[in-house]
């Protein structure tokens, strides 16, 4: 199953490299006349031009592109000096690590509420509820992030500066994982751990508001689907213990679109963690490639939407995976 | 057994948190002799010869890189200390010599001088570096060429610690240039292990990694993040810095580097706008230094070559209807030096009795305007750079009320800063506001690069005329001071009459730090120099 949905998604993978490809070159803006600098001269610009290449044809700088990419090589970036592929191995783990504790704070918040607030409709829980998926709908991230920042860190000190993944005095554990979490659990250095703990928090609280409400809601609308359902009822009319009609019968029911909203979620917060890398100076993939999109420097953005477009689809088959383990039918169907 | 267990886990982490919290005191040790600096980005490489080096790798060759000669330094009236570039002093060059006929030049290097891998300086490193400089193109090529340095002929290894120059010109910037950022000395051993026939200069093991002997090694780079300097202590091209360790973390938002300078966590923060300069220093509990750019202006500038600008008559009634004061407090809060002459107010030649467009004068626009064909005005569009849409924002809703006042009718055209020099290329957008910085303070080299009709991409009006490329190239190469003095006064005239650009103001350079910091010297590359840096 896991071989016959990775084929399915090649096509899309394939129509990434393509679209990215065109759009990057649609785009307006001369990345020579970027590069060579304010003073430049037009046959600086040219010389410039030359050296990336720009001068050749769009089928030949597209079978270059192609023939590099499958070498593993995606180019260089103008902005960082670096590698794209080793700019994108180094800024990857940071994101995938804020993006994976805003959901997990999201969802250690929102499952609950969202059980209680459909357990008890209308009731103050509920109300709560509603204001907090409302908030976290409405405010873009870039304020609470900034007002995070001055609450907590400005005007209290309770948090630790917006200075990036580890304060300034402090090393990056061995690269294991690319995780600073797990690396420094690897390396036996507690301190270390919570120093990058520290660091996650203002990030992942911000990160977390904005994932709450759609999981909150999806909770509450599929709870309220299953409770009202007629095995519920009849598991209920069977006199069975309502602690275990609720998480045995209608919360595992319950799962299956929550988990597809997750899916949804994630790649959702990949996509504001932009906003969120630049207030606490995160150096992940989001700020790389707004950078990269400024300078209009192709090769990064190119990179980028490949990454993205390989992890959406990893993320959409492990998320088929969990269907399978919530759901035993899907698998039967497949 | 298993209660034991337990306990000893409980022990064992209590123990490692103490140790943890037992080891702070050092960290904070450490914060008296290392220093904290915050900025929007970094360096894109540490090579300043590289294609595409952003502003910041200035300030990697500056602390990292020894050149031959650096600047003098004095006061200036507020009290910052600044650079002097009337003032050459050594750095790796212990003393230097003009030839009798004045042809060439002759250097001493100190003999004591060591690359950071120990490696000793030799006459053969400063040619490898100006060779390499006047060779692979692009911008230093380009700096190297305003100071007439343009061959690898002209630099000659005379003896282990002797080195000249043959000039192919008199020219007064040769000596100069060399103190900028780009003539840097490179450790050519190092460099030339790394070298390869398809990359003789060694340009991509150079991007990341320095070899230089400047008072500071860079310890570690992380493209995008930050950048950690720790001293020389074998540096003997200037007194041993005090700061024993530099840290420049990139923060690229401005409201989260403000919150970290008002803490106390960050010791110096750049690049903030300049609202928050203004409220910073009337807090008074930080130390604000703001320095007018030296030969740096912020300007309109009208398309000299499209109708309706290409008519003098309509530039002369845009300059007359231009708000010019409300326009400099709007964009900047006071912090600039208003300028009404296309010349910087720290520039030779300045003088702001020559320019007629000091006050609005709205009755003689409007004169102008009829007089040009357009009694009833035009439409246009004002384009500026989004990127710095804070300063320029502002100042072209004032320009465009004030253009209505003459009939006017102009749109505002934001333009994305990736396609800013795209379209500044084009020289087709007939209004923009801009700026424009030349690292050497002679106003001759400002019009060379805004005004001449060699039409470089910085001659954003594409400007054409005969008698003002007469003056400026005469102006370079004039040696008698009062017929330069002369030239100066009467390209900046011609300037004034035909007002391809008109001046509004010369930025700023803001830096804010805690006021344990002190020693802080303003340099024409807008980079800091630790070097001269102490923390109390």
């Not at chain 2, 294609?51 to 200035?58: C, D, L, P």
């Not at chain 2, 900047?332 to 300045?350: I, K």
């Amino acid at each position: 199953m896991v071989a016959r949905r990775l084929a399915t998604a090649l096509p899309g993978v394939v129509g990434v490299i393509v679209v990215t490809f065109l759009l990057n070159r649609a785009l307006p803006g001369d990345p020579a006349a970027y590069f060579a600098g304010p003073a430049a001269t037009p046959q600086a610009i040219e010389e410039i031009r030359g050296r990336l290449g720009l001068d050749r044809s769009l089928p030949e700088q597209f079978v270059l592109y192609l023939r590099d990419l499958t070498r593993g090589d995606l180019g260089h970036s103008l902005t960082t000096g670096q590698p794209v592929a080793a700019d994108l191995r180094a800024r990857l783990p940071a994101s995938l690590e804020l993006a994976t504790c805003g959901l997990l704070l999201a969802l250690t918040l929102a499952l609950p509420l969202g059980v209680l607030a459909a357990t008890r409709p209308g009731s103050g829980v509920d109300h709560v509820t509603r204001l907090l998926a409302t908030m976290g709908n409405s405010l873009p991230v870039f304020f609470t992030g900034l007002v995070l920042v001055y609450v907590l860190y400005y005007l209290l000190g309770w948090a630790p500066p917006p200075l990036g993944r580890l304060e300034v005095f402090r090393q990056a554990p061995a690269a294991v994982t690319g995780s600073f979490l797990i690396d420094s659990l690897l390396a036996r250095d507690p301190g270390l751990f919570l120093a990058a703990a520290k660091q996650l928090i203002l990030p992942t609280m911000t990160l977390g508001l904005a994932a709450l409400a759609p999981i909150t809601r999806m909770t509450r609308a599929a709870m309220l689907g299953v409770l009202a359902s007629d095995y519920v009822r009849t598991a209920r009319a069977n006199g069975l213990a309502p602690r275990t009609v609720l998480y045995v019968y209608a919360l595992r029911n319950a799962m299956l679109p929550v988990v597809t909203t997750l899916g949804l979620v994630l790649s959702f917060l990949l996509g504001v963690s932009v906003v969120v890398e630049k207030i606490y100076a995160w150096p992940g993939i989001g700020a790389y490639a707004l950078d990269s999109v400024i300078a209009s420097d192709y090769a990064p953005v190119q990179g980028f939407v490949l990454t993205m477009a390989v992890v959406y689809v990893l993320l959409n088959l492990l998320i088929d995976l969990l269907y399978g383990v919530i759901d035993p039918r899907v698998q039967i169907e497949s | 057994m298993k209660s034991q267990w337990w306990k000893a886990a409980i022990l064992s982490a209590i123990a490692l948190l103490l140790s943890t919290t037992m080891a702070m005191p050092s960290f904070s040790q450490d914060r008296s002799d290392t220093l904290l600096v915050v900025t929007e980005g970094g360096p894109n490489s540490m090579d300043i010869h590289g294609v595409g080096a952003n502003f910041q790798v200035y300030g990697v060759t500056w602390n990292a890189y020894d050149r031959l000669l650096t600047y003098g330094k004095k006061t200036l009236p507020n009290g910052t200390v600044s650079y002097d570039f009337t003032k050459l002093e050594p750095e790796l060059a212990q003393r230097w010599w003009l030839s009798a006929d004045g042809m060439s030049v002759t250097f001493v290097l100190r003999k004591d001088a060591k690359f950071h891998d120990g490696t000793p300086v030799t006459a053969h490193d400063v040619k490898w570096s100006f060779d390499r400089a006047v060779t692979v193109g692009g911008f230093p090529t380009f700096q190297m060429n305003a100071g007439s340095m343009e061959k690898p002929e002209q630099f000659v290894v005379m003896g282990e610690h002797t080195f000249r120059i043959n000039f192919l010109r008199r020219d007064k910037l040769t000596l100069p240039n060399l103190a900028v950022p780009v003539p840097v000395i490179f450790n050519s051993a190092l460099a030339k292990r790394h070298a390869t026939p398809t990359d003789p200069w060694a340009m991509a093991w150079l991007r990341n990694n320095t070899a230089g002997g400047g008072a500071y090694k860079v310890e570690s780079w992380r493209p995008g993040q930050e950048t950690v300097y720790v001293r020389n202590d074998n540096w003997k091209s200037g007194p041993l810095p005090k700061i024993r360790r530099v840290v420049v973390r990139e923060v690229p938002s401005a409201g989260s580097r403000r919150a970290l300078i008002e803490r106390g966590d960050a010791d110096i923060v750049m690049d903030l706008p300049a609202r928050d300069f203004v409220e910073l220093a009337k807090q008074g509990n930080l130390t604000v230094i703001g320095t007018p750019v030296e030969n740096a202006m912020m300007y309109v500038g009208m398309n000299a070559k499209h109708a309706p600008f290409s008519d003098v008559r309509v530039r002369q009634a845009v300059a007359y209807a231009l708000p010019r004061k409300r326009i400099v407090e709007a964009a900047t809060f006071g912090r600039s030096a208003p300028l009404v002459t296309p010349v910087a107010s720290n520039t030779f030649g300045y003088d702001p009795k020559m320019s007629p467009y000091t006050m609005q004068n709205l009755s003689k626009a409007k004169a102008l305007m009829a007089e040009s064909g357009f009694p009833n005005g035009f439409d246009t569009t004002i384009s500026f750079n989004a990127g710095f849409a804070a300063t320029n924002e502002p100042m072209a809703i004032l320009l465009q009320e004030s253009l209505r006042l003459i009939g006017i009718n102009a749109t505002i055209n934001k333009i994305p800063g990736a396609v800013w020099r795209g379209a500044l290329l084009r020289k087709d957008l007939p209004l923009i506001i801009n700026v424009f910085s030349g690292w050497l303070n002679y106003p001759e080299y400002f019009y060379l690069w805004v005004l001449h009709g060699d039409n470089s991409a910085s001659n954003t009006s594409s400007y054409q005329n005969p008698e003002m490329d007469k003056l400026i190239d005469a102006a370079r190469f004039e040696t008698d001071q009062k017929r330069y003095a002369e030239q100066v006064r009467e390209f900046i005239k011609v300037a004034l009459r035909d007002v391809p650009i008109l001046p509004l103001f010369q930025p700023s350079m803001d830096v804010v730090m805690q006021k344990s910091i002190s020693g802080y010297t303003y340099w024409f590359h807008r980079q800091i120099d630790f070097r001269s840096l102490v923390k109390n």
